[in-house]
C-alpha cells in the first residue's frame, strides 16, 4: 500500500510539473512588457560530450559526463581542452544573449553592468556541488525557487522579470556538402523566464547546430574548430527566443 501511495505522489508530481512547463512554454509574452531583466543565473556543462550515444572508442575522456568525472576535473584543473573551454565559452555565451537582447534596445541587467545585485552576492545552492555544471563568470547557482533572493533582487534592480539560462555544449558527428566525417558543434539554450512576483511566464529551450564541421580524420578532429563555432549557434538561439517573445 505505502509503495501504491508513493507511486501515485510521484505520478502527480510529474504531471504537475509538465503541465507547468507547457503552460509556461505556451504562454504569450511580450518581452517589452517586462523590461528591464535580470540575468539572474548563467551555467553550462563542464566537458564537450557526443550528442551521439556511442561516442568514438579512443574518445573516452571527452565523452565522459558523469558526476564523479567532472568533479575530478574540476578539483586537478585537468589539462583538458575541452574542459578548460567550458569557462570560456560561457562567458562569451552571456555576452552573446545580452547583446542580441541589447540591439532591440531591451534592457538586461548582468554581473557584469550590476555586480551589486543579491542574485550575484548570494551562496550557490546546496545542489550545486552534485551538478556537473559551471556558471558563468560573477554569477552563482542559485534556485528560481528561492523567493527571498528573487525578492531582494527585484526590489534593488527595479526589474520587471528575471530570467535563468542553462546550456548543453556538445560535438556531433556529421558529414559535410563533399560527404565526408567531420564534426560539428551543437548547443540547447533553455530559457527560463519569471516576472517579478516570481511567477513563471514563460519557458522554454532552443537548439542549433552548426553548418560548417571541422574534417574527422579517425578520431582525430580540431577541437579548437568546433569550440569556434559556439558564439553565433547562441547568437541564433537568442533569436529564436526573440522571435518568441519580442515584437517590433
Do not use: H
Not at 539560462?165 to 556529421?174: A, G, N
Amino acid at each position: 500500500m505505502k509503495k501504491l501511495i508513493s507511486l501515485f505522489c510521484f505520478s502527480l508530481f510529474a504531471l504537475f510539473a509538465l503541465t507547468n512547463f507547457i503552460s509556461c512554454k505556451s504562454a504569450s509574452v511580450e518581452l517589452k512588457n517586462y523590461s528591464p531583466v535580470v540575468l539572474v543565473t548563467a551555467s553550462g556543462n563542464t566537458n564537450l560530450t557526443w550528442y551521439e550515444k556511442n561516442p568514438p572508442v579512443n574518445d573516452k575522456r571527452s565523452s565522459e559526463s558523469g558526476f564523479l568525472t567532472g568533479k575530478i576535473n574540476s578539483t586537478l584543473n585537468a589539462d583538458n581542452l575541452e574542459y578548460s573551454f567550458a569557462r570560456d565559452t560561457l562567458d562569451k555565451s552571456v555576452e552573446v544573449f545580452a547583446s542580441v537582447l541589447a540591439e532591440k534596445s531591451f534592457e538586461i541587467l548582468t554581473a557584469e553592468n550590476s555586480p551589486d545585485l543579491p542574485c550575484y552576492k548570494a551562496g550557490n545552492s546546496a545542489t550545486a556541488f552534485l551538478e556537473n555544471k559551471i556558471s558563468a563568470t560573477g554569477y552563482k547557482s542559485v534556485s528560481s525557487s528561492n523567493r527571498s533572493l528573487r525578492r531582494a533582487t527585484v526590489k534593488q534592480s527595479g526589474a520587471k522579470s528575471l530570467v535563468f539560462l542553462e546550456f548543453e555544449f556538445q560535438k556531433l558527428k556529421s558529414k559535410n556538402q563533399d560527404g565526408e566525417s567531420c564534426v560539428k558543434a551543437r548547443v540547447e539554450m533553455k530559457v527560463n523566464l519569471l516576472n517579478e512576483e516570481g511567477k513563471c511566464i514563460f519557458k522554454n529551450k532552443y537548439t542549433a547546430v552548426s553548418s560548417e564541421g571541422t574534417l574527422l580524420y579517425g578520431n582525430a578532429w580540431s577541437r579548437e574548430e568546433v569550440i569556434s563555432y559556439f558564439p553565433a549557434l547562441v547568437e541564433q538561439c537568442t533569436s529564436d527566443f526573440l522571435s518568441e517573445c519580442y515584437s517590433q
